[in-house]
């Protein structure tokens, strides 16, 4: 399973969890959540124009990028 703290992702054992639990990781999902400035960010690099373009448009277009 994968834990994470916001910046660093490691992997455990359900055994070692409970331990980078209290250190204040939480399970991670496969897919990180990206904010709405971080997709923006992501598309200007694919070179998409975000202009106008709503959340879910948004992480529609990334998702059908290769």
């Known amino acids: 399973m994968l834990m994470t703290n916001g910046t ?3 992997e455990c054992t359900d055994l070692t969890k409970n ?3 209290r250190e204040g990781f939480y399970e991670a999902s496969d897919e990180p959540e990206l904010t709405y400035q971080e997709m923006k960010s992501k598309a200007k690099e694919l070179g998409i124009n975000t202009h ?3 959340k879910q448009t948004l992480i529609d277009t ?3 990028q290769p």
């Open 52 to 54: 106008g373009m709503s």
């Open 62 to 64: 990334l998702k059908a």
């Open 19 to 21: 331990v980078w639990e």
């Open 8 to 10: 660093i992702t490691i």
